[in-house]
């Protein structure tokens, strides 16, 4: 077990625990021990900054973003900055004094980035200056970051509710309300959000596109099935951002499978078994997934053919995929970042980021690696 999990009994949170805290601290299971290998590439590192105080001792997954120009990247205490995307100057700080629960959401063609309070209060700052533009009190918490368009802002919250809010002003636009089962994830996928359709996953393992004019649901399609008699056994959470890529949606569920569909008419083209709580990534036509297990899956974009499978990293709580050029990289407990070659999964390089642990996701632009460790350190790093 390697998440948290939340517990929900009459509608009401019982119970928020790591999912390695529910056995004793002697029950954990050991993470492989790093195997050697001949470097090919080096690490260099461009920039580092730091983000005030980290992520906490929760299981926040916070995950830099950019709107091309700048960075963004807050912590858990309200703590958010902007860096220069290519020297990493500090452009501005703020102090919003209250405790964040998710990371920086920033959409294109706007000028405002948002993040979500532990209470579920929406803020929308100035991309340039920091400056608040607005507030908004919705019905929980979100642990994923909000997605934007250059309309609506977008919040898939932990009660299973995406409720989208009008970009200007923070008003209420519309909310989508779906089934939560009693026992899932402690996380929640951030919606894909496209002009006209926003797709969420949801922890009934369910996939719905909805309609961005007023929230109706324009399709369903289910990704997992549950299995088994024990709650437990019947988590099929989709914990992982959807990945839509070449006209194709590829999803990933925890105990359940990977599933590219087509976007426009729901039809799954192809499913393989496999447990994921990340979002997957893609390059070099291939889908790629880091399991429950910690072990890295290459798949054919288009057949579902197994390319390549990296185990040697198992049970080190890798973070989801990145491709960096020819690479592909993941991040683990221990703070390494493990470069794999996209053609067989062969290690290429590593580089210890944070000894505090990387797990949220890393950005990658042009080429240059973003990482935010759970120190609340920032880096940009280039294989050279």
């Known amino acids: ?38 470097a090919e590439r080096s690490v260099d590192v461009l ?27 807050n912590d858990t205490q309200g ?16 102090d919003l004094d209250t405790v964040i629960g998710s990371g920086v959401g920033v959409g294109v ?14 803020i929308a700052l100035d991309s340039s200056t920091g400056a608040e533009l607005w507030r908004k009190q919705v019905s929980s918490e979100a642990v994923a970051p909000a997605q934007l368009n250059r309309d609506l802002v977008i919040v898939q919250l932990v009660n299973g509710k995406v409720t989208a809010l009008d970009a200007s002003s923070g008003e209420h636009r519309w909310t989508y309300d779906s089934q939560v089962p009693s026992l899932s994830l402690r996380g929640t996928a951030a919606p894909v959000v496209a002009s006209d359709v ?43 951002r959807p990945l839509l890529t070449d006209n194709m949606l590829y999803v990933s569920s925890y105990q359940g499978r990977l599933v590219a569909i087509n976007p426009f008419d729901a039809q799954i083209q192809w499913a393989r078994d496999s447990s994921s709580y990340h979002s997957p990534a893609a390059g070099f036509g291939n889908v790629y997934v880091v399991e429950s297990n910690d072990h890295v899956q290459a798949f ?4 579902s053919a197994s390319v390549w499978s990296q185990p040697t990293l198992e049970n080190r709580r890798l973070s989801a995929p990145v491709v960096l050029g020819n690479n592909l990289v993941v ?26 642990g990387v797990v949220g996701d890393m950005l990658s632009i042009n080429d240059v690696l973003y990482v935010l460790g759970n120190d609340g350190r920032l880096l940009a790093l280039r294989l050279n």
């Not at 009459?10 to 790591?18: E, P, W, Y």
């Open 1 to 38: 077990m390697n998440k948290l999990f939340r517990i929900l009994a009459a509608g009401a949170l019982v119970a928020s625990v790591s999912g390695c805290g529910l056995w004793s601290s002697s029950d954990e299971i050991e993470p492989n021990e790093l195997v050697d290998f001949k």
């Open 47 to 73: 920039w580092s900054a730091s983000v005030g105080s980290g992520l906490g001792k929760k299981y926040h997954q916070f995950a830099p973003a950019s709107d091309g120009v700048r960075i963004y990247a």
């Open 79 to 94: 703590t958010v900055s902007a860096f220069d995307l290519a020297t990493g100057k500090r452009s501005w700080t703020v």
């Open 109 to 122: 063609g706007r000028s405002a980035l948002v993040v979500v309070t532990e209470s579920g209060v929406v």
């Open 198 to 240: 926003t797709f969420a996953g949801f922890a009934s393992g369910k996939l719905a596109a909805l309609t961005n004019s007023n929230g109706n649901m324009l399709w369903e399609q289910r990704v997992a099935e549950p299995q088994g008699r024990s709650e437990l056994e019947r988590m099929v959470d989709i914990d992982g």
């Open 300 to 303: 054919d974009a288009r057949s």
């Open 331 to 356: 991040g683990d407990r221990e703070g390494y970042l493990h470069f794999m070659s996209q053609v067989d999964g062969h290690f290429v390089a590593r580089y210890r980021a944070d000894s505090k």
